[in-house]
């Protein structure tokens, strides 16, 4: 038992179970990735808004990670809770080069 404990605590800690990945066709990114955790609750049903912090309030690419620890905490209670990892960059401002204001 303390064998089976030992192989699998390493696998609860691993970095990345599953990871969606959304990026606009154009990258410009400005700084690093910022983090936010969230968790759903009754089958999604319950859930605190998760607002980006970014000055320009302009996104350029969003990751949700989901470990395995997360994964299994989704599994063993049947979808009544689901924590998982967003991970997001903001955008900078687009250039005012190429614009015809008319």
Known sequence: MIRLVKCT???LLL???AVHRLTVAH???TG????ANSSAFGWGAVQRRTVAKCDTD???EVRVHQNLAQALASL???GA????KI???CAKVPSGTGDTDR
């Not at 809770?81 to 998982?84: A, K, N």
Request: aromatic fraction near 8%.
């Open 58 to 60: 302009l996104i350029d």
């Open 76 to 78: 063993l209670t049947l």
């Open 32 to 35: 690093g990735p910022l983090v």
């Open 27 to 29: 990258p410009n990114p």
């Open 87 to 89: 991970e997001y960059r």
């Open 9 to 11: 605590l390493p696998l």
């Open 81 to 84: 809770w689901m924590p998982t």
């Open 15 to 17: 970095p990345s179970c």
